[in-house]
T-cell receptor, first 110, second 116 residues
Framework: QKEVEQDPGPLSVPEGAIVSLNCTYSNSAFQYFMWYRQYSRKGPELLMYTYSSGNKEDGRFTAQVDKSSKYISLFIRDSQPSDSATYLCAMRVNDYKLSFGAGTTVTVRA | GAVVSQHPSWVICKSGTSVKIECRSLDFQATTMFWYRQFPKQSLMLMATSNEGSKATYEQGVEKDKFLINHASLTLSTLTVTSAHPEDSSFYIC????????????FGPGTRLLVL
């Protein structure tokens, strides 16, 4: 069993729809949770960073962490074609090594 | 802030040659840098962690003599793929930790290596 599970998709939605992404994990020691966006042939770009459980909102993006269920989510409201990318969840304990999900490929159709 | 650059962005080389990839933190000092490898449609695989002034720590299964890492300064780490072979063709991405920021990793744009 992988430490971090993420459905690779692909996920296709019409412009303006809400994109819902999630990851589950097995290591209860994870404390820091991140979402990265990666465009094709580019390095990952940090989108959201959350410590422990709770919600965090930044513009059209909302990240949720439920440590009791070992489940994290990312929601993208009013999705745009420019949101088409691969979204990677990542998490870590107190050291700095990240454990990544497989990445979900999202296409927003104009 | 928190910008990481990589050079070159892509490289094509013949089998048996060595290739050096540079990773630089442009606006912060990175005590720790990481090197990843990514195959098409797969996630990032951590190869090694490098700390400035000390030897890199390699992940299990990564050949130390094959992938030489040097972190000589707080803003520069290099990865040298020695005697490259076609199976080394991949997308190599570095990241750096900004200890003054939110303490996560900021990634470079990646280097695409093709070994013929």
């Amino acid at each position: 069993q992988k430490e971090v599970e993420q459905d690779p998709g692909p996920l296709s939605v019409p412009e303006g729809a809400i994109v819902s992404l999630n990851c589950t994990y097995s290591n209860s020691a994870f404390q820091y949770f991140m979402w990265y966006r990666q465009y094709s042939r580019k390095g990952p770009e940090l989108l959201m960073y959350t410590y422990s459980s709770g919600n965090k909102e930044d513009g059209r993006f909302t990240a949720q962490v439920d440590k009791s269920s070992k489940y994290i989510s990312l929601f993208i409201r009013d999705s745009q074609p420019s949101d088409s990318a691969t979204y990677l969840c990542a998490m870590r304990v107190n050291d700095y090594k990240l454990s990544f999900g497989a990445g979900t490929t999202v296409t927003v159709r104009a | 802030g928190a910008v990481v650059s990589q050079h070159p962005s892509w490289v094509i080389c013949k089998s048996g040659t060595s290739v050096k990839i540079e990773c630089r933190s442009l606006d912060f000092q990175a005590t720790t840098m990481f090197w990843y490898r990514q195959f098409p449609k797969q996630s990032l695989m951590l190869m090694a962690t490098s700390n400035e002034g000390s030897k890199a720590t390699y992940e299990q299964g990564v050949e130390k003599d094959k992938f030489l890492i040097n972190h000589a300064s707080l803003t520069l780490s290099t990865l040298t793929v020695t005697s490259a072979h076609p199976e080394d063709s991949s997308f190599y991405i570095c990241s750096a930790r900004d200890p003054a920021g939110i303490e996560t990793q900021y990634f470079g744009p990646g280097t695409r290596l093709l070994v013929l």
